[in-house]
């Protein structure tokens, strides 16, 4: 007996049938693999979360390209996005207590980290010295031959570069410096004054000031890089002259990133770092 073919009809019928039974098993795959989706993004995001900290560092004007070169030698830095904030120390100190989500502070002083940790507003413990600084005199118009003290006499009439001294530590110094001379109330006059120590020296470079009183480390980085505006000549003002620019840091929050990074800065590659950048450096909290 022959067999009659199918017919196109119930061919039709039969795939449409099989059409119609998908939707109800994709439906019941998607319940099922939804969840586990979920649960597979939430994992990598909270794994991604913990490998990647972000550190937030207040520092202050004076030391941040150096800071930048040790965020650059931090061998954490894959492991941890770094960000930074450079302003005058007092500015940086107000923000801190006012609530600022700063991890590590880098102050031009000690006296700030030090109120901040007795007031319970700091790691206890953490507060240590990591630089010292020093000031120079530049004159990027003189020769070097002509750069010295003299130029900080009460009769010079030069306009001179300095930060201010209530709110930067360079600043604070610089007065000292003047006053040393007995030169403060003949220079005040014509001071130009930055709201921290990178202002005083971009008044020097930019000639809206003769002269500055500037951070060592900003003279090295200027040598170093052949910086706009300089350098020209500088002369280093005596250690005594004015108080020891200590600079120390505290921890604000104790995270495993802040902590990683507070003991990169106590090691042998940083300290090279530091001293290489025109600082002096010491070990301890005092």
Excluded at 22 to 27: E, K, N, Q, S, T
Excluded at 162 to 179: S, T, W
Excluded at 182 to 195: I, K, R, T
Excluded at 218 to 226: G, T
């Amino acid at each position: 007996m022959k067999t009659e073919p199918a017919s196109p009809i119930t061919a039709l019928s039969d795939y449409t049938h099989l059409e119609k039974a998908r939707p109800a098993r994709a439906f019941s795959w998607g319940r099922l693999a939804a969840p586990a989706l979920l649960t597979l993004l939430l994992g990598l995001a909270m794994a991604q979360g913990l490998s990647a900290d972000t550190l937030r560092i207040a520092v202050a004007s004076n030391f941040s390209p150096t800071l930048d070169q040790l965020v650059e030698a931090y061998p954490g830095r894959s492991m941890h996005r770094v960000t930074l904030s450079a302003a005058s120390t007092g500015k940086h100190y107000a923000q801190i207590i006012n609530g600022a989500p700063y991890d590590l502070f880098l102050a031009a002083d000690r006296a700030r980290p030090e109120t901040l940790e007795r007031d319970g507003q700091a790691v206890a413990g953490t507060r240590r010295t990591y630089a010292i600084g020093r000031l120079v005199l530049w004159a990027p118009s003189l020769p070097q031959n002509e750069v010295g003290p003299e130029l900080l006499d009460p009769g010079y009439p030069g306009r001179l570069a300095i930060a201010n001294p209530k709110l930067a530590p360079y600043g604070l110094a610089a007065r000292q410096v003047l006053e040393h001379r007995d030169a403060w109330a003949a220079f005040e006059p014509h001071l130009v004054m930055g709201e921290n120590i990178g202002q005083a020296w971009l008044f020097v470079a930019s000639g809206n000031a003769d002269m500055g009183l500037v951070a060592a480390s900003q003279w090295q980085l200027a040598k170093r890089r052949s910086m706009a505006g300089g350098p020209g000549s500088a002369w280093s003002v005596p250690a005594e002259w004015h108080e020891p620019i200590v600079q120390q840091m505290v921890l604000l929050r104790d995270t495993p990133a802040a902590r990683d990074f507070y003991a990169f800065l106590a090691s042998e590659d940083a300290r090279r770092i530091i001293t290489d950048a025109g600082y002096d450096t010491v070990a301890g909290h005092d």
